[in-house]
Structures are given as structure tokens and as C-alpha cells.
């Protein structure tokens, strides 16, 4: 059975798909994300027993909703998300966060993700979630994409701001999402960028194994063409 391992005090990781192709976390008491809704029978096993107070959405892609609304009913917890992609979440109008929502690939994202479900908080910068964790808004990938950040430690999970796998071939390597999957890439380059100023020493992803962050995601974003 898949288990939670600790990467750092109070935070921890699950990885629900071959090689840490699809992650989520536990923030202190805060469920990040939850993987596809094939999935979501794996995630409840994992957290039996465990303390978990809300569940908190980084975007609102199949990939990490899928099983959103299952958990938050069976474990009888509240659901955050980004501002901008609260109606998303809330309507099921799951084809809006992407580039083009009339397109095929849009309709297919919308068949893909989980029921949606009501979003007790809307969540903008700076606003506290567990663990000393703060909200910050990181928009690009989705409307409301949004990455957590503790200061103390200096540990970011980031969702899909960054990849370090690809999750469709399961290749290792640090890159940006799929542009055909991502709604504004010059905003959601800009919020990498934002990310990359805290100069994280932990960096945790939604596709991909975590990596200290001074030697490769800081080379990795100061790489990037300036469009």
C-alpha cells in the first residue's frame, strides 16, 4: 500500500502514480490535492488514521481534484481553493481553466475531473493554511493555480507552477506544465518566476520527486527565455 513519507517537519507526501508522477501532501493537518478519481480509493487508505482537518486544491485540473469531492464528504472536511478557480470547482465548468474552452482537449479535462463541490474558502496570498504554511497566488497554469510557502524552512509545494516529471512518460527532468494545458503562459511563467525569488530550499511538486532547491530550480527558472 502507498504510504506517506516525511520530506520535511509536518510535511508530508504521497505518491499515487509510478516513478512520483502524481504527488499530494499533508500540510500539518492540510490535504494538498488529491490526484485523479481513479485514485481517490488509494489516498483514503493512505490517510486512515490520520489527522486531517481541510482539503485545499493547488488547481483545479483532473489530476488534482479528481477525488476532491469524495474526500470531503467521506472525511467531513472543508474545501479551499484559488480564488479564480473557485467557480470551476464549485460549477463544474472545468473546461474554464483551460487555454481553450470550447476545444476538444477542454471537453476532455471536464470528463476527466471529479464531481465538483462546494469551496468553504477562497484562498489568496499570504493567507495561513497548516503546517506554517501560507497561500500564494500563482496564476498561469489555471486562473486560481495557487503554491504554499513556509518561510521558516523555506519549503514550497508548488503544485503545477513547475514539473519534475512528465506525467504522460514518466520522464524525470525539471520543465514547465504542458502549454496545451495551461491558460496563460506568459502569466504562469512570470509566477515561476515569483517563486524562484524566495529562493526555496525545498521544492515539492505535483509531478515529480521534491529537489533542494538552490542547485537546480533556481538555475532551472533563471534559464528561462524572458517572453
Not at 469531492?69 to 470551476?88: K, N, Q, T, Y
Amino acid at each position: 500500500m502507498a504510504e506517506f513519507v516525511e520530506i520535511a517537519p509536518d510535511v508530508w507526501r504521497l505518491s499515487l502514480a509510478p516513478r512520483g508522477s502524481v504527488n499530494v501532501y499533508l500540510l500539518g493537518g492540510v490535504l494538498v490535492d488529491t490526484g485523479g478519481r481513479t485514485q481517490v480509493h488509494k489516498l483514503l487508505a493512505a490517510l486512515a488514521g490520520r489527522r486531517v482537518v481541510a482539503h485545499a486544491i493547488t488547481h483545479a485540473h483532473f489530476d488534482h481534484q479528481g477525488g476532491s469531492h469524495v474526500i470531503c464528504e467521506r472525511l467531513d472536511i472543508p474545501l479551499w481553493c484559488g480564488a479564480d478557480d473557485r467557480e470551476a470547482m464549485e460549477t463544474g465548468a472545468f473546461e474554464r481553466v483551460m487555454p481553450r474552452p470550447a476545444s476538444r482537449l477542454a471537453q476532455l479535462q471536464k470528463w476527466l475531473c471529479g464531481p465538483p463541490h462546494p469551496v468553504s474558502r477562497a484562498l489568496h496570498d499570504w493567507d495561513v493554511v497548516g503546517g506554517g504554511f501560507v497561500a500564494l497566488e500563482t496564476p498561469g497554469h489555471t486562473p486560481g493555480h495557487i503554491a504554499f510557502w513556509r518561510e521558516s524552512d523555506r519549503v514550497l509545494v508548488l503544485g503545477d507552477a513547475a514539473m519534475n516529471c512528465n506525467p504522460m512518460t514518466l520522464r524525470r527532468r525539471l520543465r514547465e506544465p504542458f502549454p496545451w494545458a495551461t491558460h496563460d503562459p506568459v502569466q504562469a511563467r512570470a509566477s515561476l518566476r515569483r517563486l524562484a525569488a524566495l529562493a526555496p530550499e525545498i521544492v515539492c511538486f505535483g509531478h515529480g520527486e521534491p529537489i533542494p532547491g538552490p542547485e537546480r530550480f533556481l538555475p532551472f527558472v533563471q534559464g528561462l527565455s524572458s517572453r
